[in-house]
């Protein structure tokens, strides 16, 4: 098992990542939180039916109670009404200052979870278990939060988990549209700061239903590395966390105006991904093939434009409420060069105009 250290100003914490990963976890609890009265498991419809059994079953000998809450899937996990509803079950069932949360799925139960944990009487603590691919992102840096209808993840706070448990055979359940969706913010992590990653990416990856055990335990590693090492420079985004913002200024508004689950996360990303690397070049002159980074990305099944549906002013005006935002001016996170990543304000009438790059041409 391979194990990584975050060391951020407000905890320091293990990611621990491989095949059965979490059968430490009944250990890891024993050892650093015997003084725990209750774990409430938050997980989702889905994962509740594939995965919870076995997580519950490793933790029914540690002595404590085991409780588990199944919220919807996807973003219908991120809305006020489902977190309510959380803190209405756990005080029901009786949790206190004692208590302690597991978040048992992809992104979205965790930042459901987290945010449940860090508001539950003013913050308890909480555990990550990772069901998917793109949780190598989430479920390291302590970003949890909710969705409002203007916007994502505009209802929440950093709250670091205790531990992250990534057990890679949980991902022998994910559709391939998942591995997709989680594979968009491996290439983020790569392209803000790792060409040789990035090259290897580029080389090694052509198809997604076909990785091997090394070659996804590769990316995980290298991705929550970068991950971890740009959290622990600037846990609360006064600076370089914005870089893990690649692809989301114009992402999240695709995901939001489509109506969630239309684009998962990281197909979203990958459209602001692909714009992001088209302003980079007729901003900062980034050399790179982009014509052949969007066959690689349509190769991999990627949708790489949208359509006239999502309106430019729409677009606009929802990228108009990120969190990124300066003075009314949208921010965007660009590159000088793979590895190289720098914040630039784009003026309405240039994201106007280059806005049409990512729409279908038919
Ligand atoms: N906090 C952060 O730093 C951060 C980083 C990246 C993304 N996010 C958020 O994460 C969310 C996206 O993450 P996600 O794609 O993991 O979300 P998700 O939790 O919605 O999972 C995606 C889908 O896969 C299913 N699933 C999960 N694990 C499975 C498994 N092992 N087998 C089969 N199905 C499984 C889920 O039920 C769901 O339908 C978004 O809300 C995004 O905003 C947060
Ligand atoms: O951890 C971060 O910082 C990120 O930006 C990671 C992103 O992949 C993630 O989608 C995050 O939730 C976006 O945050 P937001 O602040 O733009 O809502
Ligand atoms: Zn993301």
Redesign the pocket.
Known sequence: METIKVKTPSKSYPVFIGRNATNSLPEFIREHFSQVGKILIIT????AG??LHTVKELLSGIGIPILDYVVP???H??TFDVFFACQSYALSQNLNRKSMIIAL???????LA?FVAATFMRGIPFIQV??????H?????????I?HPQG??MI?VFHQPEAVFFDLS??????PR?LR??FA?VVKEALIQDPGFYSWLFANVTRLDTLTEEQLLHMIKRGIEI?AAIVEEDEKETGVRAY?NLGHTLG?AI?GLAG?GKF???EAVMIGTIFALHLSRKKLQLDIDLEGFIDWARGLGYETEIHEGLNKTDILSFMKRDKKVISDIVTFVLLEKVGSPKMANISDSEIMDNLSVIYRKN
């Open positions: 989702d419809e889905k994962v594939l995965h899937e996807g973003e996990a991120k799925g992809g992104g979205a139960v965790g930042d987290g990772p069901t998917t691919l793109l949780s992102d989430s479920a390291v840096g302590g970003k949890v939060a969705n994502k993840n929440g949980f991902l022998e359940t994910l559709p998942e969706s989680g913010e991950k893990l999240h995901e969630y998962s996360h990281g």
